[in-house]
């Protein structure tokens, strides 16, 4: 399984951004797909997640304003990131695997992208 990612940049606060990752090789062994990210330091954390049933998870801080869909048989996810903070900077990883309790449930899958680094100035 290969995690295609991109549409990070630079947004000043208040604007948007729309993240995509796109799923190949072997899309069977995916059952979960989600966007984690990095801010400065080790860790990444659970920004939002979703299942092949449609089940999704968003971390409290960012509810109501990123809506995570898929299109394309499934096969490409999106972030749709609005209403931008700075504390929204980092770099954001595309993550998924077989199981979707790993995704969703903030312990990452088994499955990572390449970051893209997203910079929301004050």
């Known amino acids: 399984v290969q995690l295609q990612a991109s549409g990070g940049g630079l947004v000043q606060a208040g604007g948007s951004l729309r993240l995509s990752c796109v799923v190949s090789g072997s899309p069977s062994r995916v059952a979960a797909i989600g966007w984690y990210r990095q801010p400065p330091g080790p860790s990444r954390f659970l920004v939002a997640a979703?299942?092949?049933?449609?089940?999704?998870n968003y971390a409290e801080a960012v509810k109501g304003r990123f809506t995570i869909s898929r299109e394309n048989g499934g096969n490409t996810v999106y972030l749709q990131m609005d209403s931008l903070k700075p504390e929204d900077t980092a770099v954001y990883y595309c993550?998924?695997?077989?199981?979707?309790?790993?995704?969703?449930?903030?312990?990452?899958?088994?499955?990572w992208g390449q970051g893209t680094l997203v910079t929301v100035s004050s």
């Open positions: 979703i299942s092949n049933d449609g089940v999704t």
């Open positions: 993550n998924a695997d077989i199981n979707p309790a790993r995704v969703l449930g903030g312990q990452g899958g088994g499955y």
